[in-house]
């Protein structure tokens, strides 16, 4: 066929391909004399973009080798639009991840102060409809109070055969997080965060809630909260991009 010639399909896969393999050795320090397939296995447990596609890669790699041959850098064959569609898909995921703040709703985070009662935490997580809630210290972040661990923590009230309403009037936030450690399970990242971070941050399945601050610290500004209930959202949106 002869040299690649502009917005050709074979140029355009080959660019694709270049710009994944440039892209995956740089973000995780990889030599230049890996092999690409080879670099495709070991990213696969780094990054769950490659992990996703990791076959298909694979074999992306050997079609590479057909449609160019090696010594001449000569164009021997033409993929399919749709090989070259994914190769463009995954390597624009990879190169240019889409940030998680830029995907989730741009609302103000309900949140509550640690000397609030458990009877305010009901009262706003009935009306803002959330089962996560940030609580805070001045102005420092201390955990994210979970309406299961709320519930497992009345339940043990009430087979105590204490009062509900006076435990709820008068235990603070900050109390029950210090009794119910589970909810601590979340993590806090910047605003630099990726989409395919966010998700596979949540392959441990402890992990309950993401918190997004600007500088990914306790004290800073609040930007955002991801949930496990907001995974497949967030894999649409990488399947769209």
Known sequence: MGKLEPNSRSSRFVNAYNLL???LRTQYNFKANIAFSDLIRRTSTLNQIIRLYEDELIDLARLRNA???SKSETIIAEPHESVVLLMEK???IISTPPLVVDSI???DVDTLQAEATLREYVIMSSQVGHSNIPVYKRNMLIGVLQRSCFLEYIGHVMKQGHSVDDFLATTTLEQCLKDYPKNAHFTIVSKRVTIEEVIELFSNRKLTAILITDNGTSGGK?????????IIDLMNILEGY
């Open 67 to 69: 449609i160019i041959h």
């Open 222 to 230: 609040l930007m955002g909260i991801v949930t496990q209930a907001d």
């Open 105 to 107: 709703k741009s609302v």
């Open 21 to 23: 393999d440039h892209s």
């Open 90 to 92: 995954v390597a624009r």
